[in-house]
């Protein structure tokens, strides 16, 4: 299911990006552009974000890097 219909992207693809440490909205449109047209989709990507039971705030707070992922990808 499109979570973005602006970019095209899925809730799969939004999911992917937070367990691969995207903690913030801002940080899955760093990713994948989600959110950063109109806007719809942002409430969808917090509460796609709400789900996980990774503490990724916890490990940002212990200055480990929570976007390995993301930065290798880049």
């Not at 552009?33 to 989709?41: I, L, P």
């Not at 969808?44 to 709400?50: N, S, V």
């Amino acid at each position: 299911m499109y979570v973005c219909s602006c970019f095209g992207v899925t809730e799969a693809q939004v999911q992917q990006h937070a367990d691969d440490g995207a903690c913030t909205p801002r940080q899955i449109a760093s990713a994948c552009k989600a959110g950063t047209d109109c806007g719809s989709c942002v409430r969808r990507i917090q509460a796609i974000l709400g789900r996980g039971a990774f503490p990724r705030r916890d490990v940002a707070d212990q200055g480990r890097p929570v976007l390995a992922a993301l930065d290798e990808a880049a």
